[in-house]
C-alpha cells in the first residue's frame, strides 16, 4: 500500500459515463483544463471542469503532461475500442485501473484492504478504517474529506433511491452496471453495503491475463493465492471467488501461452514473456 494516502479533487462530482470521452477529445487536440474557454468547449460548469480533469487522471487516461495516456488512446482514440463506454468489458478496465493507479486513495483501499476484513459494511465502519489507515502512515485524516470520498465512491457504484432522483441521475454512475457493490437494507438508520466474493460473467478471462501482465516482469511464475487475494490482483480488484478464477484461468490456459500446475497443492500460472497485454486485451472485444 503507498504511503502517501490522496483524498478529494473530485468536488463532490461522481464521475459521469461520457466525461471522460469528451475530455479524451479535449485534451487530444491540446485543451487545458486550466484554460477558461474549458468550460466552453467541455459545456459544463467550472468546478464540473475540475472534476473531469481529476477523474482523467485517477483513471490513468491522462499523463502529468496532460497528454492522453496509451489506455486512452486504447479505448477512446480513432480506432479506439469503446468509444462511448457501451462494453461492461471496458467499464471493469476502468474499474481496474482506478484501483490499480492508487491515485484516489479511497478505491484501493476498499478493494484492497478494507472488504477482505468486513464483507458488509457501513459508511461510519469506513470512516474509522480510513482514519486508522491515516493515522498508521502518518497521513493527515479530515473526517469532512473523507465523508465526501465516500459518498462519491458510492455514487459511482450504487444507484441512488428512486424515490430522490430523476432517471437521468439514477444511472449516472460510471460502475452503476457492473453490481460489484450491493446495497443492503437500512439498519439503525445507517446505509449498509455488501462486496462480496463471487463468479462475475461479464468479466472476460482476457482481462484477468491482461492484469497478470500489467502487475509481473516478463516471463513470470505467479502463486495462485496471489492471482485470488494479492494486491492489485483480479481476485482482489473484482471481488472474484476462486472458484471463477480458476475458471478463467483454465480458458487462459487452453487459448494463450499460459501454463498452470498444482504440485502437492500448491498453485501456480506461468506467464510467457511473449503474451503483450494489449493483443490479450483485444481478444475481450472480437468476441
Not at 125 to 144: A, R
Request: one cysteine or more; a negative charge.
Amino acid at each position: 500500500m503507498p504511503n502517501k494516502l490522496t483524498f478529494a479533487g473530485h468536488e463532490t462530482f461522481h464521475c459521469r459515463p461520457l466525461w471522460l470521452h469528451k475530455a479524451y477529445h479535449f485534451i487530444k487536440e491540446d485543451g487545458k483544463f486550466s484554460d477558461p474557454m474549458a468550460v466552453v468547449k467541455l459545456g459544463v460548469g467550472k468546478n464540473m471542469v475540475s472534476s473531469i480533469n481529476y477523474w482523467m487522471k485517477v483513471f490513468g487516461l491522462m499523463n502529468e503532461e496532460g497528454k492522453p495516456t496509451e489506455l486512452a488512446d486504447y479505448i477512446f482514440g480513432a480506432n479506439g475500442v469503446d468509444q462511448y463506454l457501451e462494453s461492461d468489458t471496458t467499464l471493469w478496465l476502468l474499474h481496474y485501473h482506478l484501483v490499480s493507479e492508487g491515485l484516489a486513495s479511497i478505491y484501493s483501499m476498499i478493494y484492497n484492504e478494507f472488504r477482505k476484513q468486513r464483507i458488509e459494511f457501513n459508511k461510519t465502519q469506513l470512516m474509522k478504517f480510513i482514519e486508522t489507515k491515516c493515522k498508521g502512515v502518518g497521513n493527515n485524516f479530515n473526517d469532512n474529506t473523507v465523508e465526501r470520498d465516500i459518498n462519491v465512491f458510492i455514487k459511482n457504484y450504487v444507484p441512488p433511491k428512486k424515490a430522490d432522483k430523476n432517471i437521468e441521475e439514477l444511472y449516472s454512475g460510471l460502475f452503476i452496471e457492473l453490481g460489484i457493490v450491493e446495497k443492503l437494507q437500512r439498519i439503525d438508520d445507517q446505509e449498509w453495503f455488501r462486496i462480496e466474493n463471487k463468479d462475475r460473467e461479464s468479466i472476460p478471462a482476457e482481462l484477468i491475463l491482461y492484469v497478470l501482465l500489467e502487475n509481473s516482469e516478463k516471463e513470470k511464475t505467479i502463486n495462485f493465492d496471489e492471482i485470488a487475494n494479492g494486491y492489485n490482483s483480479p481476485g482482489s480488484v473484482f471481488a472474484l471467488d476462486s472458484k471463477s478464477l480458476l475458471d478463467k484461468i483454465e480458458y487462459l490456459c487452453h487459448k494463450y501461452k499460459v501454463t498452470f500446475s498444482d504440485n502437492a497443492g500448491i498453485k501456480t500460472l506461468q506467464l510467457k514473456s511473449s503474451l503483450n497485454k494489449w493483443n490479450i486485451l483485444e481478444g475481450c472485444y472480437e468476441k
